[in-house]
Every structure is written in structure tokens, then in C-alpha cells.
């Protein structure tokens, strides 16, 4: 089985900021692949952040500006990328994970759990503002078996069932959260999966919530293969995996 090299990017995304961000994103995976990564793997709502501004900040997949921008440096590049943002499809919103690589889209994947918090005033109540995708699911991702679910979906007991009955050979787990859970607790939700996990973290002020990073690699037995800062600055986590 292969060895990938793999980049889990924690950066300050600023909201609402989609040419910035797309920029910022540009420089990032030129740096990871200096580094020899093939996957280059961003949070959750990477191109603008959570926002009120649906309408004028959501994009359709793979035609919106940010999908197509991705998969032009994923083939210039030769990698594989996968970043979130806010997706429309017809009148729907959806908080989306995007997989592309050199020939184009790979995947798309939509939260599920989404989450509900009426006294928030950062934009976090996503009840208030986006549809539900329809779970995980498996795809290939570089001739891998891989499945997605975001923040918050980690948390759903059956979120987790339907992804070890998947049997990936790697579960991507982006988020956008204050802080990640604790070492020990994400390795008991690795074991459950069976598989290794890659997750990341966003770092700098989301509206009104600092976040402070924290992106790391599991291997299947849940064992920590990689860990970045937790303090908030940006990194680039470089770190292999077997498969």
C-alpha cells in the first residue's frame, strides 16, 4: 500500500475575504508542495468563513469561482486539494468539503449534523441558515478510499457508525472550532473508525471567536502521526501515511 505525504493547513481565513483567502491558499500549496505533499488539506468554510451573506457569498460547485480556481492549481500543481466554503444548489445552502485534484472535482461533500445555537452571534447558527447534507459516504480520492464528515458531524453517534460501515482507508475531518477536543479523545473516535484521521483546524478570529488551531494526523490505531500548535499560530503540518 502507498505512502502519501500529506499537508493539514491551519491559517487565519479571514470572513468574507474570498479573494484573500484564494490568494493565501495559492501561496499555501506551493509552499506544502516544496515539501513534497501530494494532499493539501484546508477547514472548514476555508473560502469565506461562516456568513449572513448567502446569497452574495455562496457558490454552486464545481461552476463558482472558488471550485474552479482550485482545480486550475490542483493540475498546475499535480496534487490533491480539498477546502470548504459555502455552497448553493438552486435555492439550498450547504456547508461544503470539496475534493479536487489535476483532472478536476473529485467530491463533494455536504454537512450533515449541522449545528444549532440560536445565542450566537458569530454567524455559528447554522440551523438559521443552511440545509443538511445526507451523511458519508465513500469516494475515491487519489486512488484511495476515503470518506468526509465535518466538525460537528464527529460528534452524531451515527455519523460515526455509517463511517466505519464505509470501511475508508482515510477519514478527513475538517473543522472550524475554537478549539479541537482533547489527544486522547479524538484517538477513542479514531478506534471507533478504524481508519486514520486526518483533522484540521482554522486558526485567527472567526467574527467573534478566536480559534487556536490544533490540526492532527491519526494512524488507524490512533496513534498521533502528526500535531500541530494549539496556540493559534499558522503551520503547515507536514507528516506521511501509510496506508
Known sequence: MPTIRIALVQFDARPEDVAGNIDKMHTIVSQARDHGARWVIFHESTICDYTEQLQKYAEPVPGGRSTSSMMTLAREQDCFISFGLSEVDDDRFYISQIFVGPQGLVYRYRKTWIWSDPTDTGYRNEWARYDPGTGPALFEFDGVRATCFICSDGESPRCIERARALRPQVVVYPNNRRAMP?????????????????????????????????????????????????????EILICDLDL
Open 182 to 234: 482533547a489527544i486522547d479523545e479524538f484517538g477513542t473516535l479514531v478506534r471507533q473508525l478504524d481508519a486514520p484521521m486526518l483533522a484540521c483546524n482554522r486558526t485567527g478570529t472567526s467574527w467573534v471567536h478566536a480559534c487556536h488551531g490544533g490540526s492532527v494526523a491519526y494512524s488507524g490505531s490512533g496513534d498521533v502521526l502528526a500535531m500541530a500548535n494549539r496556540d493559534g499560530r499558522e
